[in-house]
């Protein structure tokens, strides 16, 4: 009895509890579980970091933009600077509306109320084709968010379960059950559940946050098409008469 003691002591010893040791002492499966949910956990953090930088400079350029916009300058003049480069979504929403009012300008004095019409349905479906484009964009990367916030603590869950199903293997063989001999493999298995929650945790609050934020912007930019669209309506008319 005495030497079963010894013989469980020194091999509680011989594991490192650590968590470098609790991987490096882990099975060839669940070191690969580990290994790939830590690199989902880096990717989730730089794709957290882009969106929310990203987001808030978008909210500032829009703000300076717009401040523009309603200043009262002429609008040929800001179309004129933005034309070729767009630096953001608002600005790409307001050069395509204003590329299809330039075309159909010259016409509008003396074209009837259904070729009117026609003119505003494309400038409308102008804007509204940039900005599912531009939200498009942004949204890359979201479905990965999702995914690892769903699917990483199964994962997880996976290496645990092969983690223990290799310890008890292991206790069958040893024909000892003396808790110095089983915790150190459960730990090892339980710790690729800890990496699983570790990625999945920020995953989930970061996308159900830029979630949020993106239809926010998503209803900034169709907010100023209507309000553009009304503008160049009322010119239409205007020019109508």
Same mark, same amino acid.
């Given at each position: 009895?005495?030497?079963?003691?010894?013989?469980?002591?020194?091999?509680?010893?011989?594991?490192?509890?650590? +968590?470098?040791? +609790?991987?490096?002492?882990?099975?060839?499966?669940?070191?690969?579980?580990?290994?790939?949910?830590?690199?989902?956990?880096?990717?989730?953090?730089?794709?957290?970091?882009?969106?929310?930088?990203?987001?808030?400079?978008?909210?500032?350029?829009?703000?300076?933009f717009e401040d523009d916009f309603? =200043?009262?300058?002429?609008?040929?003049?800001?179309?004129?600077?933005?034309?070729?480069?767009?630096?953001?979504? @608002?600005?790409?929403?307001?050069?395509?509306?204003?590329?299809?009012?330039?075309? =159909?300008?010259?016409?509008?004095?003396?074209?009837?109320? =259904?070729?009117?019409?026609?003119?505003?349905?494309?400038?409308?479906?102008? @804007? $509204?084709?940039?900005?599912?484009?531009?939200? %498009?964009?942004?949204?890359?990367?979201?479905?990965?968010?999702?995914?690892?916030?769903?699917?990483?603590?199964?994962? $997880? +869950?996976?290496?645990?379960?092969?983690?223990i199903m290799n310890s008890f293997?292991?206790?069958?063989?040893?024909?000892? !059950?003396?808790?110095?001999?089983?915790?150190? $493999?459960?730990?090892?298995?339980?710790?690729?559940?800890?990496?699983?929650?570790?990625?999945?945790?920020?995953?989930?609050?970061?996308?159900?946050?830029?979630?949020?934020?993106?239809? *926010?912007?998503?209803?900034? +930019? %169709?907010?100023?098409?209507?309000?553009? $669209?009304?503008?160049?309506?009322?010119?239409?008319?205007?020019? *109508? !008469?």
């Amino acid at each position: 009895m005495d030497r079963a003691v010894e013989a469980a002591g020194l091999a509680a010893g011989a594991h490192d509890l650590s +968590l470098w040791g +609790l991987f490096l002492q882990a099975d060839i499966v669940v070191k690969a579980v580990m290994v790939g949910l830590l690199l989902a956990s880096v990717v989730v953090w730089a794709v957290i970091f882009e969106k929310v930088t990203t987001i808030r400079r978008l909210n500032a350029r829009a703000d300076g933009f717009e401040d523009d916009f309603w =200043s009262g300058r002429d609008l040929g003049d800001l179309f004129e600077r933005v034309r070729d480069e767009p630096r953001h979504p @608002m600005e790409a929403v307001f050069a395509a509306a204003m590329r299809e009012w330039q075309k =159909s300008a010259p016409r509008i004095a003396h074209a009837s109320e =259904s070729v009117r019409a026609s003119m505003k349905e494309r400038i409308e479906r102008a @804007m $509204g084709i940039t900005i599912q484009r531009e939200m %498009e964009r942004l949204e890359r990367w979201m479905v990965f968010l999702a995914s690892v916030g769903s699917a990483a603590p199964f994962i $997880g +869950l996976f290496g645990t379960v092969w983690g223990i199903m290799n310890s008890f293997a292991a206790i069958a063989q040893m024909r000892n !059950t003396n808790l110095a001999v089983v915790a150190p $493999g459960i730990a090892e298995a339980l710790f690729a559940t800890a990496i699983g929650l570790a990625a999945a945790i920020p995953a989930v609050l970061a996308y159900n946050k830029i979630s949020t934020d993106l239809a *926010r912007y998503a209803a900034r +930019l %169709e907010a100023f098409a209507a309000e553009f $669209g009304a503008i160049l309506s009322r010119q239409m008319e205007e020019r *109508r !008469t």
